[in-house]
């Protein structure tokens, strides 16, 4: 039997990683257990937050996720003694985020839809980030780009979520923060110069964080609040990266407006 090129993981290995994640999501799915209320009362503050069996699993299935990414990635031969911290933050933000979703849902048919869209994106970003650790390999170029979009279908799929649930406006801020800032640090990494870009990722966290606080309010749909607040997410991360190879400022500037324009055009015109 002819073995895997260098570049791509153990069948074995990635198989058994996703079948531990779903297997964490669809006990979600199949248990039921009692909410319980986190409330912490101060003086003039009232913070309540709704603890269930989905909270735990999800941050349970991430944890799963970031040991098995560093198992399957210490495995790769181009790593050698090099930190593999980088290729674990997509995968387990990945498997948080999705779960979301699936929590969210009903079980039937719905949840099964994205109980099997959540397995196509595990096994995507996990393959991508393996293969992105030698950036000699032949499908180093396909990887990033899978990389780079489903990071941002990650984000759009976060923030859809977060409007659907109804979430307060003191965790939709943190959350879309620190996502979009992880996300874009992880984007402007990829650009093979092995670079952490820690200022652009925390101005992009921080705008798109506003921007967040600024639409929570507004009536808007959970796509149309999704689709808002990714328009410039991928705006940014596109000016960082374009002022990073020194194309003039304008220029640089030319293509994010278009996409946040286009962005924001298309939220209009979904009502």
Known sequence: MQENPSYLPSANRIGTLIATVLLAFALTGLIQSPRL?????LPGFYFAYPLTLGTVMSILAAALAATGMDWLTRDHP???KKSNIKHLMLPTLT????????ALLSSGTAWWIGFAMSAVLLAGVFLAEYITIDTSAPPYTLARAGLTALSYALFLILTTSLRFSGARLFLVIPV????????????????GTDRWDFPWA??????????????HYWHLTPI????????PLYALTMLSANLSENIPVRQAALGPSIIVGLAWVSVIFLR
């Open 37 to 41: 209320t986190l409330v912490i009362t």
């Open 78 to 80: 181009a790593l050698g």
């Open 95 to 102: 498997t948080f985020v999705v779960g979301a979703p699936l």
């Open 176 to 191: 879309i923060f620190i996502v979009a800032a992880l996300i874009s640090l992880r984007i402007l990494h990829l650009d």
């Open 202 to 215: 925390i101005g992009i966290g921080l705008v798109c964080a506003q921007i967040g606080a600024g639409l």
């Open 224 to 231: 149309q609040f999704g689709l808002a607040l990714t328009g």
